[in-house]
């Protein structure tokens, strides 16, 4: 069950949001721990006692690192989640057969953050229901965001308010309908733009890369980008929606990415929590750039390269994640040197270099990459029986899916909906948005999100 899942979305939410308001403040942490385990446990009615135990374990290492600020304790609980991390990811190429745990990665990646912060004093008090609460709670346990602890202890509902209690009812009422918003504009952005963009993609598949266009490669290359944007975008809307409805501050994951200085500003932008993880947990701790040019791209080399591997066991997320760092050290020590052509050179490699990267990322084997790269880049004639107008076909049948995926990733949009987001027509747009999503997924078995296995 996703976020997706016509059941989560008409009646599961609307009975937990109504179950959760109604109890006491006090007791809507629990519900919330109890509500995060049961859509777990739907999702995973095995893995979840994995993930328990990992919970356990690193609570009391907690216990001990809380008391002593020992820097073997925390040593010894970043080891352990990284080589439970490390034992699933290296499954697949080892032919070990283990399925990988929903949302593993992030639920690791909150472990280390809440073991590091608690170390440097950052956690001033330990609640083993918080903790079960931050590393479980259902609107991030799939793929993210990835939130620090203080964003749990800061709910809005779980300390007794003042006011009346009308007041307080008018409280409840907007923080639910700014996340419904949220959360419907999410939801089309995953049901009517991603999901119909990725049937583009998965038909260049099946007539073979060998035998497309380069026209028709060149928008499979924009096709994917914007089919994975919309896809995770559209996740990232659902869940901080359903974060706000539960009194959680609202987390930006995607900031205009496609609208970057350069392609290091447009990582900052995309997936930022991601981002920043990997920048507070590996890049800063390594020294960041405060210890010269050569360390600096050592450091770089680091995280990239940890990136790839996490992203998966295939030799092309290593080339995707070299020819990134390769880039981005040639922006940093090179072109930024020369701030006018940087301003120029920084967004044409986002509008240009970007998609291609995102080609490489796709494509698991290098012969099937080769071959699709040279139809972009058609410098050596590998095609077969290809059909010089085939992009028109494409054009006509998924076009209005595509120009709807370029004109959301314009930051108007995003300025137009944060400026009149209370608008009575706003309000109607996204009410008819909402129920287009939901008669789509009626008719259609629905794609699951694509990042559900990190």
């Not at 080891?79 to 990988?100: E, M, N, Q, R």
């Not at 229901?129 to 800061?154: E, K």
Request: charged share 15%.
């Amino acid at each position: 069950m996703t976020f997706a899942d016509l059941n989560f979305i008409l009646r599961l939410i609307p009975i937990f949001l109504l179950i959760y308001y109604l109890a006491p403040a006090k007791v809507r942490p629990w519900l919330l721990l109890v509500g995060s385990l049961g859509f777990y446990y739907v999702n995973e009615p095995m893995l979840i006692i994995v993930m328990a135990a990992g919970a356990v374990l690193n609570f009391l290492l907690a216990l001990i690192n809380f008391k002593k600020r020992n820097k073997i304790i925390l040593a010894i609980a970043i080891i352990l989640d990284v080589l439970w991390l490390g034992a699933f990811k290296a499954s697949a190429p080892l032919h070990l057969g283990l399925l990988i745990p929903l949302g593993l990665s992030y639920f690791v990646f909150k472990l280390i953050s809440y073991q590091v912060d608690l170390f440097k004093g950052k956690v001033e008090k330990l609640s083993f229901v918080n903790y079960l609460v931050y590393l479980f709670m259902f609107p991030q346990v799939i793929a993210g965001p990835i939130a620090r602890y203080d964003y749990v202890i800061s709910n809005k509902y779980w300390a007794k308010r003042e006011g009346s209690r009308r007041e307080r009812f008018g409280q409840i009422l907007c923080q639910l309908e700014e996340g419904l918003k949220l959360f419907a504009i999410g939801l089309f952005f995953k049901v009517m733009v991603a999901d119909h963009i990725a049937v583009l993609w998965n038909e260049l598949k099946t007539i073979g890369y060998e035998s497309i266009s380069t026209p028709l490669a060149w928008i499979g290359a924009y096709s994917y980008s914007l089919n994975l944007y919309f896809d995770f975008w559209g996740y990232s809307l659902m869940a901080a929606g359903l974060g706000i409805m539960l009194g959680f501050e609202f987390i930006i994951n995607f900031d205009q990415p496609y609208f970057a200085a350069s392609i290091s500003d447009f990582y900052r932008k995309w997936h930022s929590t991601l981002g920043t993880w990997f920048r507070d947990y590996i890049y800063f701790p390594l020294g960041g750039n405060r210890k010269g040019k050569l360390r600096t791209v050592f450091n770089l080399i680091i995280v990239w390269a940890v990136t790839g591997i996490w992203h998966g066991s295939t030799l092309n997320f290593l080339i995707w994640a070299g020819v990134l760092c390769l880039i981005i050290i040639f922006e940093k020590l090179l072109l930024s040197k020369a701030p006018k052509l940087f301003k120029v050179v920084g967004h044409l490699n986002v509008w240009l270099i970007i998609p291609v990267t995102w080609v490489i990322f796709a494509i698991h084997s290098l012969k099937d990459l080769r071959l699709y790269l040279l139809r972009m880049f058609p410098v050596i004639n590998v095609g077969v029986a290809v059909n010089a107008k085939d992009f028109r076909y494409s054009l006509m049948e998924y076009g209005v899916y595509l120009v709807l995926g370029l004109i959301f990733v314009m930051p108007f949009v995003t300025n137009l909906y944060r400026k009149h987001k209370d608008n009575v027509f706003v309000v109607l747009m996204i009410f008819v948005m909402f129920w287009v999503s939901i008669f789509s997924l009626s008719n259609s078995a629905g794609n699951p999100f694509m990042y559900l296995r990190f």
